[in-house]
């Protein structure tokens, strides 16, 4: 707590920048051509995983959960941006 409050900032966890990190993959694989899509889109896939299986571990809903993450990061970047 004392590093998180010198510092002004926290990481967060539970798989929330492997979530950020997936969506900001699939928006630029637009941007890629040919059979290199498949490539980041499997990148992005495999990140996804990481919340799954803390998902998976905490029994919860695989599928509500990373949909949770998704949406709560969602807002989080339209606040910081706005």
């Given at each position: 707590?004392k590093?998180?409050?010198?510092a002004?900032c ?6 929330a ?9 699939i928006k630029?694989?637009?941007?890629v051509k ?5 490539g980041?889109?499997?990148f ?7 919340p799954?299986?803390l998902?998976?571990n905490?029994?919860?809903d695989?599928?509500?959960t990373?949909?949770?993450?998704q949406n ?5 970047n339209l606040?910081?941006?706005?």
């Open positions: 707590v590093n998180a409050i010198d002004d926290v990481v967060p966890g539970a798989g920048v492997e979530v950020t990190i997936a969506e900001a993959l630029y694989k637009p941007h040919g059979r290199s899509q498949l980041v889109q499997a992005a896939d495999a990140l996804l995983i990481i799954k299986v998902a998976q905490a029994g919860l695989l599928q509500e990373v949909k949770f993450n709560i990061q969602n807002q989080v606040w910081m941006w706005t």
